[in-house]
């Protein structure tokens, strides 16, 4: 099986491990049959973005010990879903993206240019 690709055309890197994120629990946004959310843009959350998720519904800051998740953080890195990305844009929140990590069929529902505005650097 060859590797998932991201919107830049490379192979898709790693979201994050720490909080262990995406779809998989595997640290990567990469998607399949069972990820009905598409869980595919790799995020670094802010306060503001996170303030703006849980005011539609969709906490992610707050810990959920029996699933074994912690919450997300100010600096953390998550894979996001495309449509709560570009639901986030429309609303003026959307957090900063990290390219490489991000899937590619994440274009397929949010314009790369979009993406390519609100990307960070990766740090080595």
């Not at 503001?48 to 912690?70: H, K």
Request: aromatic residues 8%.
């Amino acid at each position: 099986m060859p590797n998932p690709k991201n919107v830049l055309g490379t192979d898709l890197t790693t979201c994050s491990t720490s909080p262990m994120t995406g779809f998989y629990r595997d640290g990567c946004c990469r998607t399949g049959r069972e990820d009905l959310g598409l869980h595919t843009v790799c995020i670094q959350a802010t306060a503001e973005f996170l303030e703006f998720s849980r005011s539609v519904g969709n906490d992610l800051s707050t810990p959920i010990p029996m699933y074994d998740f912690p919450g997300v953080q100010p600096g953390d890195r998550w894979c996001l879903c495309a449509e709560r990305w570009k639901q986030a844009l429309e609303a003026g929140e959307a957090p900063p993206v990290v390219l490489e990590a991000t899937h590619m069929s994440t274009i397929e529902f949010v314009d790369l240019e979009d993406l390519q505005a609100h990307a960070i650097e990766v740090q080595s």
